[in-house]
Antibody, heavy 120, light 109 residues
């Protein structure tokens, strides 16, 4: 079955750019119909949707993060990626990649998540 | 846009029913039938339990049900079992935004 796996540095310095990759296995990211999202969870807190990308490359971002977020897709590697610039301690969170099957923010498949700490 | 409002905690005994509410506005919960619910056990990723207000994904027990009235959505878990103890989050499509609730900790007594 389809699985998602996040990867990337667990520690990022303030003001730098956080970069994460989600690898999709067991299915093609290009099969269409799916929107590939990033969601984060601050320690001990709730969930925050960051944005999504369609396999064609079209993107949609949370307006509150839009100025700092870039989501891209590499169909040849079956991966999509997140870049979050100018990070601060407030960006410390567990970052999840997830699949939205409808474009209506219904997340039916999640990766295990990866903790990213912003600290000098 | 503010997060959706959920009670911080609810509890129930095995076999009982509990209901978790999720209150938003006419711009999110009340305006769209795209409310979903997620179950999260400690240290695990969230799992989709209900979507489109009241639909259950394959494999989710029918003890879990969802509904909506006005700007408030609800998740009801009947026949509580020990493994239902977890955090539950609601989520609503809101056009430009996607809103999550702050989460509700369900304790099975």
């Amino acid at each position: 079955q389809v699985q998602l796996q996040e990867s990337g540095p667990g520690l990022v310095k303030p003001s730098q750019t956080l970069s994460l990759t989600c690898t999709v296995s067991g299915g093609s990211i290009s099969s269409g119909g799916y929107y590939w999202s990033w969601i984060r969870q601050h320690p001990g807190k709730g969930l925050e949707w960051i944005g999504y990308i369609y396999y064609s490359g079209s993107t949609y971002y949370n307006p509150s993060l839009k100025s700092r977020v870039t989501i891209s897709v590499d169909t040849s590697k079956n991966q999509f990626s997140l870049k979050l610039s100018s990070v601060t301690a407030a960006d410390t969170a567990v970052y999840y990649c997830a699949r939205d099957g409808s474009g209506n923010r219904i997340f039916d498949l999640w990766g295990r998540g990866t903790l990213v700490t912003v600290s000098s | 846009q503010s997060a959706l409002t959920q009670p911080r905690s609810v509890s129930g005994s095995p076999g009982q029913s509990v209901t978790i509410s999720c209150t938003g506005t006419s711009s999110d919960v009340g305006g769209y039938n795209y409310v979903s619910w997620y179950q999260q056990h400690p240290g695990k990723a969230p799992k989709l339990m209900i979507y489109d207000v009241s639909k259950r994904p394959s494999g989710v027990p029918d003890r879990f049900s969802g509904s909506k009235s006005g700007n408030t959505a609800s998740l009801t878990i009947s026949g509580l079992q020990a493994e239902d103890e977890a955090d539950y989050y609601c989520c609503s499509y809101a056009g430009s935004y996607t809103l999550f609730g702050g989460g509700t900790k369900l304790t099975v007594l």
